[in-house]
């Protein structure tokens, strides 16, 4: 059985779960708070970052990339048609890249912003960073999020899924991302009606009811964040 230390609002987490629904992966959540850089946390992964993944008495598997592979090699071969990972190098590829970009490019220009300021630093002491958002970075959030949304509209417009004719792991790597910014009334879905309605399609899956679960004290979700019609 796996153990999972995660943080309901990171994205890199929320992948990791999405990946372990659909797989139908029964594990065991732990909420870690990094920013108190709990001393067994960091005996796990030094770099202190999110998840982490332990399978039985076996090594931490650290980095939500790291966890794709590791979950797929382990239970990808039984999915058949299902299996998030494709079968042809030039499509792996492209499924690699996708994850990668909305994992770290989507991650670093948006959604680390947008969760640090309005979630995470809710949760901290103001001794470690904690207190009211900065308005100037929510601003840039907020301008960068247009074009990662137009870009995930043109994957959308031409492509079944994000990285081809079928959903693989990049569909779960964007979805995760973008449901933080969601939750948060941050996506300006009115935008691009392609990316509007591959989300729809996405949100609607069972894997992704627990996310559309998730809450914040003291911040309920945007109108729209459990809407599977919106």
Known sequence: MLK????????????????????????????????????????????????????????????????????????????GDRRLMPNHAETRAEVRRLVEWFL???????????????????????????????????????????HHLKYVGYLAA???WLAGPRMTFADLAAAATLSCADYLGEVPWDDDDHARHWYARIKSRPSFRPLLADRILAMPPSSTYADLDF
Not at 22 to 50: C, H, K, S
Not at 65 to 74: K, Q
Request: proline letters at 7%.
């Open 104 to 146: 770290l490019k989507f991650e670093a220009e948006v959604t680390g912003y947008l969760v640090q300021e309005k979630i995470y630093k809710l949760e901290m002491p103001r001794g470690l960073g904690g207190g009211e958002p900065d308005s100037t970075v929510l601003r840039a959030a907020r301008s960068n999020i247009r």
């Open 4 to 79: 999972i230390f995660h943080h309901p609002f990171s994205a890199s987490s929320r992948f990791v779960r999405l990946m372990c629904a659909e797989y139908g992966v029964q594990a065991e959540y732990v909420v870690e708070r990094p920013w108190d850089r709990r001393r067994e946390f960091l005996i796990m992964n030094p770099a202190g970052t999110l998840p982490v993944v332990v399978e039985n008495d076996g090594p931490p598997i650290c980095g939500p990339m790291v966890a794709m592979e590791y979950i797929d090699e382990t239970r990808g071969y039984a999915m």
């Open 158 to 160: 031409t492509r079944d």
